[in-house]
Structure formats: structure tokens, C-alpha cells
């Protein structure tokens, strides 16, 4: 039996991860934070009783600004694959709290590698780094594994630093060390800070009365929103190829937040029209004239990435691997996925 360690299990692409490695057999370890409420409810489904034999899932506290605690994790767990998917992975956040970010997002994978090469003896651990296409900025699209690396946030930046320590460890020290370079994945499960998931909540609390309007910053950045269940298949993908290597995973389209308010909308009957301009932009019901969407300048980034589109053709290639779930479903199963939870 296989043995995997996820760092972030506890986030949208670890609890996804767990269940697509549990379901392959794998004994599934995951690093939780300590923290003063429950923060598992995303894995709580699949979380076993410590007193039971053979379980699938084993969760240890961790941080990844801790490095005696992941040199312990790593030498006494001894798995066969790591995924780092841990981060403070909040872009405009990491505005406010770019130490921070630095420390969790570039050196957390630095410590995780130093782990890996201390225990090089023993065993020979694959490792899958979650970089991410902030890490391209502006970089004209589509963007591909060649693109330019321009990050506009500290978020982005750090991520950099972890790409370029990933592959510095592999050519280094034959550490089978991965980048999966993931666009905007989203899902039933995504954080509620995040636009889309901001969106379809305020979607599904509109349609039930729970709420009058919603809140945004820029309308015309414009993403290419995959699902986070055909993600986890790509980022194991990676991992069982003959060669490490880098690969962007994504859909090849790329659409407005605005056209995401529109259509998730369309989910509950409801028909946005836009007025007005800039900061004075509202989002009217045609129907009932009623203003759903308003803009709040706090909402804005002090740097945006515009323009996201990625060019999969080397994972198509390579990995056979292609987005199963497109744009338009996902929207609907997350409007869905949120009337139901909250009626
Ligand atoms: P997420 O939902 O925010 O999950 C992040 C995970 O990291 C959570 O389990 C979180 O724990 C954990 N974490 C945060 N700080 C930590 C620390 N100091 N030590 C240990 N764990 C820590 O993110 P996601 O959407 O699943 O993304 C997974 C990874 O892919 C992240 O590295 C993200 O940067 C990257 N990425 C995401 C996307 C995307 O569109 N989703 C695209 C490209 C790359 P808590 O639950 O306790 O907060
Ligand atoms: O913003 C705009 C915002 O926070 C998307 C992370 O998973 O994907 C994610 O980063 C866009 C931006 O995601 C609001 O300005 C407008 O242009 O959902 P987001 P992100 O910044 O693209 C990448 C690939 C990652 O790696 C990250 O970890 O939406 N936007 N109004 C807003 N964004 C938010 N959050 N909230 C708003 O009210």
C-alpha cells in the first residue's frame, strides 16, 4: 500500500486529494493547524476513528513555518509521495500579511525539500509543489510552462520562490521534485473569500431572502475557472510519470467575474443588466429592478492580474490528462451546491 502526505488537507484541493487517493488505495496522511474552532469540516466525511486498524486517513498537527515539526512528520511517516497544497493561498490577503505569506508559501516548500533530502538514505520521497498561474502577472496569455514569470502580489512572488526551489532540488540532488502550475480551480468546497464562492453563496442567499445585495471589486479580471476534482487527478498524474517534470493545468478559457455574476444569476431565473460606471456600477434585476450587485473600492487589489488563460497542451500530451467538468457546470453545481446547504 502506498503512503501520501498532504500538506493542506484541510483546504479544497486537500479534501478532494484524500478521497481521490483513498479511493487508489492509499493510507492518506494529512497535516492539520491547530486552531482554537474546528477547521476539518472538509474531511470530516472521510475521517476514521484513531482506534481502528488499517485507517485511511491519519491527520498530525502541523504548520509548515515549523521546520522541526515537518524534519519529524517526514522521517517518521517515511511516505512515497508528498503534495504540498498548504498555503496562506488568499492573493489579496497576502497584501496584508505578506511575512507571513512568504514564510508559509516560499520557505514552507524549502523545508519540506530540506526534509525530503535529510531522509534521501532511507527512502526516496516524490514531492508535488501546487504553483499557480498568479505566478505569471501580466504575462500576455495563453500562458504555458515557457511563459514568463511576472507575479503582482506577494502572494504570487512567493509562489515563485517555491517553483524555483522545486526545481533547483530535482536538478541538485535527483529529488523527484514537481511543479503542477494549476489556474483558478474552483467547487462546492471552495473558500468563502474567493469570488466565486462569494457569488454563489450571495446567489443562493438572494433566492432565499437570506440576503438583499452582494458586494464586489473588479468586474473585468478575467479567469480560466476549472473544477478542483479533475485537479487532483492531474496533480497525481505529475506524480506518476517516469521523469519529474513541470505542467500547467487548466481549461484554455478564460471569463470575466462579471459574466460569473451573470450566470450564476441565470441559475436562480434572475437577468443582471448592468448601469453606471466604474465605482458607481450597480447589477440590476431586469425583472424587478432591484439592485443586486453594488462596488466597494475595499474590494480592490493594489495590483491586479487581468488576463488568465493557460495553454494545457503539454499535460494533454504528456499526462493524457484534460478538464472533464467545464465552466458552465461548474457555476451550476456550485449555485446548487449552496441552495441546498443553506435551505
Ligand atoms: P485553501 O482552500 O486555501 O487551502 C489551503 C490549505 O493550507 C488549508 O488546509 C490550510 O489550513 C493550509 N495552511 C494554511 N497555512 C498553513 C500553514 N502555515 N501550515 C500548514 N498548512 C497551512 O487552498 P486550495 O484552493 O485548496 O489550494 C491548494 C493549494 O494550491 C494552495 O497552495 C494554493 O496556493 C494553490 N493553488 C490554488 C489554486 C486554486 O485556484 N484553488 C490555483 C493554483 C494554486 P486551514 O484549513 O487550517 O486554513
Ligand atoms: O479573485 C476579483 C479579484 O480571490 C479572482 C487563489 O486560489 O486563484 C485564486 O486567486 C478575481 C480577482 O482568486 C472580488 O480582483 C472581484 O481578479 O477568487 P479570487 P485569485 O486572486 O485569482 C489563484 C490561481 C491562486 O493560486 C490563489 O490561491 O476576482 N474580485 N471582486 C474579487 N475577488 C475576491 N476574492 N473578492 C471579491 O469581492
Known sequence: MKKALIFGVTGQDGAYLARF?????????????????????????????????NRRLILHYGDLTDTSNIQNLISDILPDEIYNLG???HVKVSFETPEYTANCDALGPLRILEAIRNVRKKKNIKFYQASTSEMFGNTPAPQSEKSILSPESPY????????????????????FACNGILFNHESP????????????????????????????GNLDAKRDWGHAKDYVEGMYKILQQKKPDDFVLATGKSFTVRKFVEDA?????????????SLNE??????TKEVLVKIDKRLFRPNEVNFLKGNYMKAKKILKWTPKINYTKLVKEMVASDLENLS
Open 21 to 53: 487517493l483513498i479511493k487508489r488505495r492509499y493510507e492518506v496522511h494529512g497535516i492539520k493547524r491547530r486552531s482554537s474552532s474546528y477547521n476539518t469540516s472538509r474531511v470530516d466525511s472521510i475521517y476514521e476513528d484513531p482506534y481502528k486498524k
Open 87 to 89: 498555503a496562506q493561498s
Open 156 to 175: 504570487g512572488t512567493a509562489k515563485v520562490y517555491a517553483y524555483h526551489i522545486t526545481k533547483n532540488y530535482r536538478d541538485a540532488y535527483k529529488i
Open 189 to 216: 468546497l471552495r473558500g468563502e473569500t474567493f469570488v466565486s464562492k462569494k457569488i454563489t453563496m450571495a446567489v443562493a442567499k438572494i433566492k432565499l431572502g437570506k440576503q438583499k445585495l452582494m458586494y464586489l
Open 265 to 277: 444569476f441565470k441559475c436562480i431565473d434572475v437577468q443582471i443588466i448592468w448601469k453606471g460606471k
Open 282 to 287: 450597480i447589477g440590476i434585476d431586469k425583472k
